[in-house]
């Protein structure tokens, strides 16, 4: 009798916790495709990877190009996701919004939403003998999110590395004439720089 009782109170008690933690994860679960991972979540997974990936090789092309040509300080445009036409298509074409953030910014107007903060938070504190940081696809009531860490590779150095080391004082100069409240910089390679960010709408 106590028991039945128990297990109804307790059914109560999980429903509506897992109800208010994550009120899609029911929805989304319910289309598995029997790999464990749901479907919706896999599709986005790639969806992401996908648009980060092309946005990615499009940017190292061409940061590599313009430092070639015009140095450092011809460079620095081109690592700016706002000012990229391919970002805009890409935007357009998937009704994506695409950012990257950081908790060490170089321009404060890709400041960290609360929620993409935890996910760096979340990235820089592996659990220890867990997984390494991976992409992520998290849905909440209105909108599909995709997280993706961004390591720090060699041919960034020159920007995001060791003031005075990696990168030369002049270039230094004009970085922070046009960037004075830059942080994003004492990175070494393999670190995480930061993370992409992708914002769907759930109803598409
Ligand atoms: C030529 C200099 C240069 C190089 C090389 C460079 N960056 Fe940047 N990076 C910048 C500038 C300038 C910004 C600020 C862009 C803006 O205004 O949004 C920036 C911004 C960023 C941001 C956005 C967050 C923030 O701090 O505002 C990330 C993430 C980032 N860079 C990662 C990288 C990675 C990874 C590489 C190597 C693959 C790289 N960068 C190479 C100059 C550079």
Redesign the pocket.
């Known amino acids: 009798m106590y028991f039945k009782y128990f297990t109804i109170i307790s059914g109560f008690v999980i429903f509506i916790f897992s109800s208010c933690t994550n009120p899609t994860r029911e929805q989304a679960t319910s289309q598995s495709d029997g790999s464990g991972t749901p479907v919706i979540e896999e599709s986005y997974l790639r969806k992401g990877g996908e648009i980060t990936g092309t946005v990615f090789k499009n940017m ?1 092309g061409k ?1 590599k190009n ?2 070639e040509v015009g140095g ?1 300080s011809g ?8 000012a990229s036409p391919l970002v805009d298509s890409l935007s357009r074409a998937h009704s994506v919004s695409i950012k ?3 908790s ?4 404060p ?2 400041a960290p939403s609360t929620l993409e903060m935890a996910v760096i938070k979340e990235y820089l504190n592996p659990d220890p003998g867990g997984e390494l940081p991976s992409p992520k696809v998290v849905i909440d009531q209105h909108q599909i999110h995709y997280y993706a860490p ?4 060699d ?2 150095l ?3 590395g060791g003031v005075s080391q990696d990168i030369a004082d002049a270039d230094y100069t004009v ?1 922070k004439r ?2 004075p409240e830059d942080q ?1 910089v004492g990175f070494k390679t393999g670190e995480l ?2 993370i992409w960010s992708l914002t769907f709408p759930r109803d598409k």
């Open positions: 190292s940061l313009a430092m450092v460079a620095i445009e081109y690592c700016n996701l706002a990257r953030t950081s060490k910014l170089r321009n107007e890709n961004i390591f720090l590779m041919n960034c020159k920007c995001h970085i046009l960037y994003a720089r930061g």
